[in-house]
């Protein structure tokens, strides 16, 4: 897809009033994944509800102005950048040995990555990404979201854990509604049917009595964190092998994501944007470290959000950080972003990553390309192995070493480091 088909393209400003509608529809997306992967973390380290609070606040400020930095001087795509799966389950496992070693640990994986970046050796693997390859990985940022979208599009909670039939047919029939603005709207009102659609889905749940704004009513309206800086990092060499591992994951995550985008966006040549988006995911860490919190990531999530509401302006993702960091200081603002129904971003989500199973199927076969036996089998692999991964249990990992599990607990990583090695390694092309 090239760039002309967006309503705005990569380097174009909409105006500002658009600009805040597109920014709130990112961050609207984003923000669920930031408030579980927080949650979680908070409960490792066995925090009071007090410093939970500060915990969600860094971490909203933490993903804001890296999101910022990111599309404004780092890859300079619109690609989300918040909180990594891939280090969320090292944070988990050297909880136990105290905050202090798991910043040391992100302390030392932030600064090799920031290195990879810097000295530009990620970028000189651009060969390495062929039609496959991108369309795998295409494939796998949306098929990897099953295991996640599945339990908010059946209601599953913990008075519901088997999910409710009625949560179900609410969810479908919101997915079919987005589904329809996006494709019969026109101008701008195209662009804003991700919005559109999580406000009727809201609205919708809070008129069936399913949504309480009680936090928001009761949030104070402006709290600044406490405790930014909560003490010195303490070096584990075990933590420190850990997290520089579980970066390689997130290097790999990171890179899928930026080539995500730019076969969307129908960009070639983004090798310094590579190493520039590693770099600040890199830093991203070191700041990490140094507010106790979990690293960033870009999120793969992106492509699928640029295709529905066509537009692919890397301001209106600027917009977005600074909605995010406005969250993490105006309480009201983030209690709003999280009485969203889970089933409603989950449709949202479904319709993006719908999209994106089509932009995958494009970036394999450009020009017309035919795919041959070898290719069924490279790309069938990796996207099925990816997708099982994805699909089990947490538990099942909690047994390996963190470094590890880390990499082969993540559907997307192992999905793309599998497609990798068959694409040119187990089957590469004779001749």
Known sequence: ?????????????????????????????????????????????????EARVVFFQKMLLLSGSFTLLQTLVGHRYPIQEGPATALLLTFVVLAPQGLGVIQGGFLCGGLVLFAIGALGWMGRLGRAFTPNVVGVILLLIALTLIPYLLPRLIGVSPARPDGEGAVLAVSLVLILFITLLASRLRGFLQTTAIVLGILAGSLGFWLWGRLDLAPVREAPWFVLPGHLWPGIPRFSP??????????????????????????????????????????????????????????????????????????????????????????????????????????????????????????????????????????????????????????????????????????????????????????????????
Do not use: K
Request: proline share 5%.
């Open 1 to 49: 897809m090239a760039t002309q088909d967006f309503f705005y393209g990569l380097d174009e400003r909409p105006p500002l009033w658009r600009g805040a509608i597109y920014g709130l529809q990112w961050a609207l997306v984003m923000f669920p994944s930031v408030t579980i992967v927080a949650s979680i973390a908070a409960e490792a380290l066995q925090l009071s509800s």
């Open 238 to 431: 075990s933590a420190m092998l850990s997290s520089a591992l579980a970066y390689v994951a997130v290097a790999v995550n990171a890179v899928g994501s930026i080539h995500g985008v730019a076969g969307v966006l129908g960009h070639a040549e983004i090798g310094t944007r590579v190493d520039r988006g590693l770099a600040l995911t890199g830093a991203a860490g070191v700041a990490a470290s140094s507010l106790g919190v979990v690293g960033t990531v870009g999120y793969s999530t992106s492509p699928g959000v640029i295709l529905v509401t066509r537009v692919a302006s890397r301001y209106a993702l600027a917009v977005c950080g600074v909605i995010l960091m406005l969250a993490g200081l105006v309480t009201p603002l983030s209690a709003l972003l999280a009485v969203i129904p889970p089933p409603v971003v989950g449709a949202a989500l479904c319709v993006a990553m719908a999209s994106q199973v089509g932009a995958a199927i494009n970036a394999m076969t450009p020009g017309g390309r035919a795919l041959a036996g070898r290719d069924y089998l490279v790309v069938g692999l990796s996207a099925l192995l990816g997708t099982l991964v994805a699909a089990v249990p947490p538990g099942f990992f909690s047994a390996l070493p963190a470094w590890l599990g880390t990499i082969v607990g993540n559907g997307l990583v192992l999905g793309i480091l599998l497609v990798l090695l068959l694409e040119h390694v187990v089957m590469r092309p004779r001749g």
